[in-house]
């Protein structure tokens, strides 16, 4: 069992990982070396926090019928097992509001829902209908509650009706009416006296290491309206955190696991995990964790991989006015005074 704080002035942490991918060749090295290979190498640490979220961007599923509607170059399925991937490394929580949940049909949605509930990871982002998919996810470690709201600006067909499952698709081309989204569902978590509410947020172009000027605006502004941390995810790489009003804003999480094509520009097997501490209510700091992509699995980086990524992402934190501290292999960002 995991660590619990026990009154309001307690630590707890809370650990987030990118998009966790385990569909196509990832899933052939789960079916030939079981569900602990692709996260094994890092499962330790993501079970040591109070509280693990990921972006789950694969469908969990039997299925091999592909989403009916238009072509899509990718297809993202996991097998059943994967789901063992997600509890080996601790995981508790995960988003589903990105343009992978459905990629085999609303079948596997459902089938997927069904896996993370069995095992007991909760999930947002995605339902059975508009109303399920705009639900929260809601967690309370140690009587410190956190919740969670995801949205996604990918694939408007995946789109929850009323009448249909799907992800909970929010168009940031209209602000306005994006921001009153982001308003009702925040009510939400106040309604349930969530202390941490956490907008989990897939969005913007791939292998893009700086947020454009209206993702930092709608991001202000979630902050502005009472959102306490932004988990932004998509680019496929990480880009800089900002402290704003003392709430973290990671724009992007990068990824924690894929097959993916390596961009020698872009480096995206260098990838992060993003440790939080915190007390009920206020960030302390921000623990940086390099880690690094190969053959379908994510190990702790190497020295040399650790002062890339190090480097790199002093370079791009320092562009929004956050300091990077190192001290060893000590590496974090403090929070506001």
Same mark, same amino acid.
């Given at each position: 069992?995991?660590? *619990?704080?026990?009154?309001?002035?307690? =630590?707890?942490?809370?650990?987030?990982?990118?998009?966790?991918? +385990?569909?196509?060749?990832?899933?052939?090295?789960?079916?030939?070396?079981?569900?602990?290979?692709?996260?094994?190498?890092?499962?330790?640490?993501?079970?040591?926090?109070? +509280?693990?979220?990921?972006?789950?961007?694969?469908?969990?599923?039997?299925? *091999?019928?592909?989403?009916?509607?238009?072509?899509?170059?990718?297809?993202?399925?996991?097998?059943?097992?994967?789901?063992?991937?997600? *509890?080996?490394?601790?995981?508790?929580?995960?988003?589903?509001?990105?343009?992978?949940?459905?990629?085999?049909?609303?079948?596997?949605?459902?089938?997927?829902?069904? #896996?993370?509930?069995?095992?007991?990871?909760?999930?947002?982002?995605?339902?059975?209908?508009?109303?399920?998919?705009? !639900?929260?996810?809601?967690?309370?470690?140690?009587?410190?509650?956190?919740?969670?709201?995801?949205?996604?600006? #990918?694939?408007?067909?995946?789109?929850?009706?009323?009448?249909?499952?799907?992800?909970?698709?929010?168009?940031?081309?209209?602000?306005?009416?994006?921001?009153?989204?982001?308003?009702?569902? +925040?009510?939400?978590?106040?309604?349930?006296?969530?202390?941490?509410?956490?907008?989990?947020? #897939?969005?913007?172009?791939?292998?893009?290491?700086?947020?454009? @000027?209206?993702?930092? $605006?709608?991001?202000?502004?979630?902050?502005?309206?009472?959102?306490?941390? +932004?988990?932004?995810?998509?680019? #496929?790489?990480?880009?800089?955190?900002?402290?704003?009003?003392?709430?973290? @804003? @990671?724009?992007?999480?990068?990824?924690?696991?894929?097959?993916?094509?390596?961009?020698? &520009?872009?480096?995206?097997?260098?990838?992060?995990?993003? &440790?939080? !501490?915190?007390? $009920?209510?206020?960030?302390?700091?921000?623990?940086?964790?390099?880690?690094?992509? !190969?053959?379908?699995?994510?190990?702790?980086?190497?020295?040399?991989?650790?002062?890339?990524?190090?480097?790199?992402? =002093?370079? @791009?934190?320092?562009?929004?006015? *956050?300091?990077?501290?190192?001290?060893?292999?000590?590496?974090?960002?403090?929070?506001?005074?």
């Amino acid at each position: 069992m995991k660590p *619990t704080a026990s009154n309001q002035e307690s =630590t707890l942490r809370v650990m987030f990982g990118g998009d966790v991918m +385990l569909g196509r060749i990832v899933n052939q090295a789960i079916l030939r070396y079981g569900p602990d290979y692709p996260l094994g190498p890092v499962a330790q640490l993501m079970r040591s926090p109070d +509280l693990t979220i990921v972006n789950l961007e694969c469908a969990i599923t039997s299925s *091999t019928a592909i989403w009916p509607g238009a072509p899509k170059a990718f297809y993202f399925g996991a097998p059943p097992q994967a789901i063992d991937a997600l *509890t080996g490394a601790g995981i508790d929580m995960v988003s589903l509001a990105n343009n992978h949940t459905l990629d085999f049909g609303v079948h596997s949605l459902r089938e997927t829902l069904h #896996h993370l509930r069995r095992h007991g990871i909760r999930y947002a982002g995605a339902g059975v209908d508009s109303a399920a998919a705009s !639900e929260p996810a809601i967690m309370d470690c140690g009587g410190i509650k956190f919740g969670m709201a995801a949205f996604c600006n #990918h694939q408007a067909d995946f789109a929850a009706q009323a009448d249909r499952p799907g992800i909970a698709y929010l168009d940031f081309d209209d602000e306005f009416a994006a921001v009153a989204v982001l308003r009702r569902a +925040l009510e939400a978590l106040r309604h349930a006296a969530v202390d941490w509410p956490i907008l989990s947020l #897939h969005w913007g172009p791939n292998m893009v290491f700086r947020p454009s @000027i209206k993702f930092r $605006r709608l991001a202000h502004a979630a902050i502005n309206m009472g959102w306490k941390i +932004l988990f932004g995810h998509s680019a #496929h790489v990480f880009q800089g955190i900002e402290i704003y009003r003392g709430c973290p @804003i @990671i724009y992007a999480a990068g990824d924690l696991v894929d097959d993916y094509y390596v961009d020698p &520009e872009f480096r995206n097997d260098h990838q992060l995990l993003f &440790e939080m !501490e915190l007390t $009920r209510s206020a960030l302390r700091r921000i623990f940086l964790h390099p880690v690094f992509i !190969e053959d379908c699995r994510t190990q702790p980086a190497n020295k040399e991989q650790s002062e890339y990524i190090v480097r790199w992402m =002093t370079v @791009i934190c320092s562009e929004m006015g *956050t300091r990077v501290q190192q001290d060893g292999e000590k590496i974090w960002i403090e929070g506001a005074a």
